[in-house]
């Protein structure tokens, strides 16, 4: 499996691909490497993955260079990245450990958090080393072996990065294999005890399908096509700044960017403006040229599958006020769309490119039933004054931010609604999901 440079197309390196046999002896390992790891004190568990850790920190740089270079993303936004899940997983192991304390309900009842055995860890490349890391940290901690299959689109960080867990943990408890979808939906049809997943919709359903026959338990973190409503009152230039931001994120890669934004009629020239005026100073170009802060598209069909939006809504009447098209066949220049309408692609599906795409509300209830008209549910932002509570209190997503973007801080659960998926990382609650609730009476 060959991974390129998505800014040149550069050949970075080549992994093998993993096949059945491979999969069944790297499944056999992390059975019988399981039994002994959910033997240790949990308090051990997380010290060894502590330790593991720790020789990440000598690698930091390196290996946000390599995330630059594999998905494209500067420097900055890959040194965050790669900080952020070495430095918090500590904190992180921490967390799981208190939140898988057995708990005593009384009359001689006792709740434990059981190890389920084999977690099955598939992930995406959009944040190849986060949305991974976030789930194998409390499913080790709760005493069950991983294995990891990252996206094909980002094999070399995934590999450069977790190599320590297999090196620094005991063998067979952190395992990683490659390959593409094949090779994850051989890992799904395995006897792995947990499947959590991050990744689009579609693949989330065929994984529920193949899953189903066994009851295998799920965790799907999926993806997103998250409003935003601009109310009359809201203040303009945090509404706009917000817009531009959360948009152009990862390159709009991200899965709860903002994808359509609803604005109040009597404010929506002078929040058009202001977006465009913000928009305008987004530079495109590669992870290590100077003040670049949109990368270049995942791959020719990310690339083609924005392009393709873009057209239809400018076929079906949208008005593109910058931007619009796409450069070298890599990058698509920051792009704000206004007069979008339900009938356009970018309203329904993710369009996951640096993509402003706002349309114009001249009622609230109308505004909301837009925004929740849409069978994602991941994330949601309303920016106003008075009433923005009872806007917010409306909408149908898992994750809901008032004058800010969705997600929370400190120990908020990650959590999608409808089908953005079930099952969540993050919080006590979702540590626990990595574990059999086993009900103790005496
Ligand atoms: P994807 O669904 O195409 O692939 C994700 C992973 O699934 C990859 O490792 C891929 O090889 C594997 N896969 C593909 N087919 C499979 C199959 N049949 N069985 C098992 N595994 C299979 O997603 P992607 O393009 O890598 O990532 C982008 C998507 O992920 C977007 O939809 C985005 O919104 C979503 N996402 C969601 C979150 C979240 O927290 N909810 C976070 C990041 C990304």
Same mark, same amino acid.
């Given at each position: 499996m060959k991974?390129?440079?998505?800014?040149?197309?550069?050949?970075?390196?080549?992994?093998?691909?993993?096949?059945?046999? %491979?999969?069944t002896e790297t499944l056999q390992h992390a059975k019988l490497a399981a039994k002994s790891w959910r033997q240790l004190n949990i308090v051990d568990?997380?010290?060894?993955? *502590?330790?593991?850790?720790? #020789?990440?920190?000598?690698?930091?740089? *390196?290996?946000?260079?390599?995330?630059?270079?594999?998905?494209? *993303?500067?420097?900055?936004?890959?040194?965050?990245?790669?900080?952020?899940?070495?430095?918090?997983?500590?904190?992180?192991?921490?967390?799981?450990?208190?939140?898988?304390?057995? $708990?005593?309900?009384?009359?001689?009842?006792e709740l434990h958090y059981k190890a389920l055995g084999v977690v099955a860890v598939i992930s995406p490349w959009n944040y190849p080393v986060m949305m991974a890391n976030n789930l194998i940290v409390p499913a080790l901690v709760a005493g069950n072996s991983v294995i990891l299959k990252p996206s094909e689109q980002t094999p070399l960080i995934a590999d450069a990065f977790f190599e320590h867990l297999s090196k620094h943990l005991p063998a067979g408890v952190f395992n990683i294999i490659h390959g593409d979808g094949e090779v994850g939906e051989l890992l799904v049809k395995s006897d792995v005890n947990l499947i959590a997943f991050t990744g689009s919709q579609a693949v989330g359903k065929k994984i529920m399908a193949a899953a189903a026959s066994q009851v295998k338990r799920l965790l799907m973190e999926l993806g997103?096509?998250?409003?935003?409503?601009?109310?009359? @009152?809201? @203040?303009?230039? $945090?509404?706009?700044?917000?817009?531009?931001?959360?948009?152009?994120?990862?390159?709009? %890669?991200m899965c709860t960017s903002t994808e359509r934004?609803?604005?109040? $009629?009597?404010?929506?020239?002078?929040?058009?403006?202001?977006?465009v005026a913000i928009a305008s100073q987004y530079k495109t170009g590669a992870w290590n040229q100077p003040g670049v802060n949109i990368g270049p598209i995942i791959n020719a069909h990310q690339y083609a599958k924005i392009i393709a939006h873009i057209s239809d809504a400018k076929e079906k009447g949208a008005q593109v006020l910058l931007g619009g098209h796409g450069q070298d #066949?890599?990058?698509?220049?920051?792009?704000?769309?206004?007069?979008?309408?339900? @009938?356009? *692609?970018?309203e329904h599906e993710e369009?996951?490119?640096?993509?402003?795409?706002?349309?114009?509300?001249? @009622? !609230?209830? %109308?505004? !909301?039933?837009?925004?929740n008209d849409s069978n994602y549910g991941l994330g949601a932002a309303v920016f106003g004054t008075e009433g923005v509570e009872a806007v917010a209190s409306q909408l149908e997503a898992g994750m809901i931010g008032i004058n800010q973007g969705p997600g929370g801080g400190g120990d908020a659960p990650w959590v999608g609604a409808k089908q953005s998926g079930f099952g969540f990382h993050g919080s006590a609650e979702g540590h626990r999901q990595f574990a059999q609730v086993s009900v103790l009476s005496k």
């Open positions: 991974s390129y440079d998505p800014s040149n197309g550069e050949l970075l390196g080549e992994l093998p691909v993993c096949d059945q046999t %491979q999969i568990r997380v010290d060894a993955i *502590k330790v593991a850790y720790q #020789q990440m920190l000598d690698d930091e740089d *390196k290996l946000s260079e390599l995330l630059s270079r594999e998905m494209g *993303k500067d420097i900055r936004r890959a040194a965050g990245e790669v900080g952020g899940a070495i430095h918090s997983s500590a904190y992180l192991a921490d967390e799981a450990m208190t939140a898988l304390q057995t $708990q005593r309900l009384g009359y001689g009842t997103g096509n998250d409003p935003m409503i601009v109310m009359s @009152n809201a @203040n303009i230039e $945090q509404a706009a700044r917000f817009a531009v931001g959360s948009s152009f994120e990862n390159a709009g %890669q934004i609803y604005v109040n $009629q009597t404010i929506a020239d002078q929040f058009e403006q202001r977006v #066949q890599r990058y698509i220049q920051p792009t704000v769309i206004s007069q979008v309408n339900r @009938n356009m *692609k970018m369009t996951f490119g640096p993509v402003v795409s706002i349309t114009r509300y001249s @009622n !609230i209830d %109308q505004a !909301i039933e837009w925004a």
